[in-house]
Antibody, heavy 121, light 108 residues
Framework: QVHLVESGGGVVQPGGSLRLSCAVS????????MHWVRQAPGKGLEWVAF????????FYADSVKGRFTISRDNSKNTLYLQMNNLRVEDTSLYFC??????????????WGQGTLVTVSS | EFVLTQSPGTLSLSPGERATLSCRAS???????LAWYQQKPGQAPRLLIY???SRATGIPDRFSGSGSGTDFTLTISRLEPEDFAVYYC?????????FGPGTKVDFK
């Protein structure tokens, strides 16, 4: 059974930082690309970032480029999202998601349950 | 950047009826790189279809995907009570790997 468990969400003031983690069990993370996807309250899904299986390349939505950094530690089977200079509009449930492939995206086949990030003064 | 539009925004149907959901891309989706997801309230999304028409593991055969180029369709042949949910399409041709805005299938 594949499980993805996010942590690190919380309430932060605008301009603040948070680091999200996603612990993966049931498979070797090193074989797969990974994503972060977010969903604002009552809204649709927004893709945030993707990292290739070996961390060699990363890709970002324009809305977070330059502020967020996706990374991974395959030895710990863990994915991360460092979020800096947070804005009110970053308030969302953040999902960790496993890609079907390792290098080029093949779509997401497993999702975590999400961790809530609230940016508010 | 790909922009995906989905129609209709809401589809009101009864159990047993056929549901046809549309996803249109702003440019041609190459390499069959289109997926469909189902999301129920309070739950994470679930992969239904990848590569336009391949069902994910454990997905019933009443779900089918079709299309090419810029126009794609998710069909649910006979709605079951558990199928009432929001459905999203996503392209994974190139970054940003955009989602459509979703179609809500609700009870008539």
């Amino acid at each position: 059974q594949v499980h993805l468990v996010e942590s690190g969400g919380g309430v932060v003031q605008p301009g603040g930082s948070l680091r999200l983690s996603c612990a993966v069990s049931g498979l070797m993370l090193s074989g797969y690309g990974m994503h972060w996807v977010r969903q604002a309250p009552g809204k649709g899904l927004e893709w945030v970032a993707f990292i290739r299986y070996d961390g060699s390349n990363t890709f970002y939505a324009d809305s977070v480029k330059g502020r967020f950094t996706i990374s991974r530690d395959n030895s710990k089977n863990t994915l991360y999202l460092q979020m800096n200079n947070l804005r009110v509009e970053d308030t969302s449930l953040y999902f960790c998601a496993k890609d079907r492939n390792g290098y080029h995206s093949g779509g997401v086949d497993y999702w975590g349950q999400g961790t809530l990030v609230t940016v508010s003064s | 950047e790909f922009v995906l539009t989905q129609s209709p925004g809401t589809l009101s149907l009864s159990p047993g009826e056929r549901a046809t959901l549309s996803c249109r891309a702003s440019q041609s989706v190459s390499s069959s790189s289109l997926a469909w997801y189902q999301q129920k309230p309070g739950q994470a999304p679930r992969l239904l279809i990848y590569a336009i028409s391949s069902r994910a593991t454990g997905i019933p055969d009443r779900f089918s995907g079709s299309g090419s180029g810029t126009d794609f369709t998710l069909t649910i042949s006979r709605l079951e009570p558990e199928d009432f949910a929001v459905y999203y399409c996503q392209q994974y041709v190139s970054s940003p790997f955009t989602f459509g805005p979703g179609t809500k299938v609700d009870f008539k």
